[in-house]
Structures are given as structure tokens and as C-alpha cells.
């Protein structure tokens, strides 16, 4: 399941490097199981509180807590879902143009990703006036979602409804000896990635701090080195760059990746310099 929260987002371009994110680690996920893995796209929206909607090909339903569940159509038709119409269909909108185009565009380095099935509910989510969900409501519709947070238990965050859908594609894994070892094999190989991983994070982090140190020790007025220390830092921000763009490289994708931060603290780092003044004519 991936959690997609458009309210936490300012910058589209994070967005979409986070999906292709997705789709690399969908990849390795499936090279490692063996099968296409289903996904599916939890949408979460700030708006007046609604049930969840689940999207399962042409057919789409409402599942209300503690009631059955009904059509789209059928609910949309009663009367208190009034406020709620331009707000779905901008967020039907935006999950079209932004979230399911950067999951199916054509991508050299990993297949397209068509979601299971998609689940929406919108609520009081904290969000910001800059985020993206705001900002495309308001300038679509020059709405403005509250700002209202309320703390929701853990399960209001996932789906129950889409479980009985997965079930068909489901398989037994036959017990004894063979189906433990299995199951532990294929544990052993996901931790063991998942710790190289960790190191090749900590030895990015441990360059880039290098250079960071390096830079931060030489005074300015030093123009030569400090000109070696800027080009070290312009080379770190190109690849963190590079990487953002064109999806994190496996071998650093299965751990918490830092490249956010990094990039952020390298690219500050270049903003303080300040270049030598002119030779004396």
C-alpha cells in the first residue's frame, strides 16, 4: 500500500521523484518475490470528513463504518454530500494528472505501476496553504480546505474495505518444513539487502559530511581551496539531483534514504559563498 498525502507536499516535483521511488522499490520487490506484487494507492485528502472510497476497475464504492457498502453514484445523490462533489472530483483530477501519470509513464529503469486498486477519503489532514492539494483546490475552485487537524486512530489510515478484494489473489503457503524454510529465506535475503543498503547510506552520508566539514574549515578569504571545496559540493548537488530525477539507485533505495536532507544542507552550503572580488586594474 502507498500512502499518498498531496497536503504534505509543496513542491510537484518531490512528488513525482517520490513515485518513481515507488516504482524501483515495486521492482525490487517483485525481483525478490518472484510475482508482480499488487499495489494499492491510499489517497488521503484535508476536506470535510467522508467515508473511504475504493476504486476497483469500472466500479467504485462507498464503505461506510458499521453500514454496507453502496455505489458512488447512490451516495453522491444524498443531500449531505453536497460540499463534498467539487472536492472529489478535483482530487479525481489530480490523482489522474499527477499521482497515476508518474505511476504509468513509460520508464526505461522500472515498468509501470496500474494500482490495484485506489482508495480516497478526505478528513481533517494537516496541511499547509503552499501544499499542493490546497493550492490546486483553490485555484480550480478558489476553495479552501480548513486547517482543522484531529487526531484519528491508526486504522482510519488504511482501507479495511480493500482486503476482501485481495483475497482472490492471495495463495496459501503449505506448512512443514519447506514453506518455514522458504519463509525464512526469503527473510534472510530482505534483511541482508536491506542492511547493505544501510551502509551504502552511511557512506554517502559520511562523503558528503566530509565535504560539508571541508568547506565549512576553510575561511573564504582562502579563494583557491575554497574554489576545490565549492566544486567538491557542486558535484554532490548535481548527483543528489541526477538521483531525485531519475529515481534513487537500488543499492541506496531499500534503506531511509537521506537524499532530501543532504541535498538541502549541501546546496545552503553553496549559497554562503562568496566568490573573490576582481584582480586591481
Not at 479495511?160 to 534472510?188: C, E, H, I, N, S
Not at 534514504?257 to 586594474?281: C, E, F, H, N, S
Request: charged share 20%; net charge positive.
Amino acid at each position: 500500500m502507498f500512502r499518498c498525502l498531496p497536503d504534505r507536499h509543496e513542491d510537484e516535483a518531490l512528488m513525482r521523484a517520490s513515485l518513481k521511488a515507488v516504482r524501483l522499490q515495486m521492482k525490487q520487490l517483485s525481483r525478490l518475490t518472484g510475482y508482480n506484487v499488487p499495489m494499492v494507492l491510499n489517497a488521503e485528502f484535508s476536506g470535510p470528513e467522508t467515508p473511504w472510497i475504493v476504486v476497483r476497475g469500472d466500479s467504485a464504492l462507498v464503505c461506510r463504518d458499521d453500514e454496507s457498502a453502496i455505489s458512488l453514484c447512490e451516495w453522491q445523490r444524498s443531500a449531505q454530500t453536497a460540499t463534498v462533489q467539487p472536492l472529489l472530483t478535483e482530487a479525481n483530477a489530480m490523482l489522474h494528472k499527477i499521482v497515476l501519470d508518474e505511476l504509468g509513464k513509460p520508464d526505461r529503469l522500472c515498468p509501470p505501476i496500474r494500482p490495484f486498486a485506489v482508495t480516497l477519503r478526505f478528513g481533517h489532514i494537516r496541511s499547509c496553504a503552499t501544499a499542493l492539494w490546497p493550492q490546486w483546490l483553490f485555484r480550480q475552485t478558489r476553495i479552501s480546505p480548513s486547517d482543522r487537524v484531529s487526531a484519528y486512530e491508526r486504522r482510519w489510515h488504511f482501507a479495511d474495505p480493500v482486503l476482501p478484494l485481495l483475497a482472490p489473489y492471495t495463495t496459501p503457503l503449505q506448512g512443514g518444513k519447506t514453506g518455514r524454510r522458504v519463509v525464512l529465506m526469503l527473510l534472510l535475503c530482505a534483511l541482508g539487502a536491506i542492511a547493505l543498503s544501510v551502509r551504502h547510506n552511511q557512506a554517502l552520508i559520511h562523503k558528503v559530511s566530509a565535504d560539508l566539514q571541508r568547506w565549512q574549515a576553510i575561511p573564504m578569504n582562502h579563494y583557491d581551496p575554497k574554489a576545490q571545496a565549492l566544486h567538491a559540493l557542486q558535484q554532490d548537488a548535481l548527483l543528489l539531483e541526477r538521483w531525485q530525477r531519475q529515481g534513487v539507485p537500488q543499492r541506496y533505495g531499500l534503506a531511509l534514504y537521506p537524499g532530501d536532507r543532504l541535498w538541502l544542507a549541501v546546496q545552503q552550503a553553496i549559497d554562503t559563498y562568496v566568490p573573490p572580488p576582481p584582480p586591481p586594474k
